[in-house]
């Protein structure tokens, strides 16, 4: 399943998405985040140039990859790509829950997040809702609560 959390700034996406990857590891199941870094004209930051994965990557290498006890973490020159571009050429593992934050535009099922009512009415117009959080509202929390559970229990 692909579920995205869109939003605007500071709206609570990151703190929602959090909160359904702890609540389907509870659950066992296998998860991938996506995260679109919407900040315009800015690149994400990468990890220090000193350790010697980012020293390949920074002499000119197309992907790094550098392999821990428990972790590995790769570092891809690539062109902007779309959001299935990314989980079709990206998603490495297995999975059985792909939870995105924001790609507003891209077509997968969505959460919206919003704490104004112009915010709602804007985000309203984008494709595939399945659930609309209002994040000052504990009713809608509790609500939103629910139907995660719901979700998720369909994926075991």
């Known amino acids: 399943m692909i579920m995205q959390v869109v939003g605007y700034k500071d709206s609570g996406k990151t703190t929602l998405v959090e909160y359904i990857v702890k609540q389907a590891k509870k659950r066992g199941l296998t998860v991938v985040t996506i995260k679109h870094h919407g900040h315009q004209g800015e690149d994400i930051t990468l990890q220090d140039h000193q350790v ?4 390949h990557f920074r ?4 992907q790094s990859i550098v ?10 020159r690539t062109r902007k790509q779309n959001l299935s571009d990314i989980i079709d050429e990206s998603v490495t593992i297995d999975n059985q829950l792909i939870v995105v934050e924001g790609f507003k535009q891209a077509n997968y099922p969505k959460i919206i997040v919003y704490s104004t009512q112009e915010e709602l009415r804007q985000l309203s117009q984008l494709n595939q809702i399945i659930f609309r959080l209002n994040s000052n509202d504990a009713n809608h929390l509790e609500e939103f609560n629910k139907w995660l559970d719901r979700e998720l229990e369909g994926l075991i």
């Open 67 to 76: 392999q821990g006890t428990a972790y590995q973490q790769t570092v891809t």
């Open 59 to 62: 002499a000119g290498a197309d």
């Open 52 to 55: 010697d994965h980012m020293k």
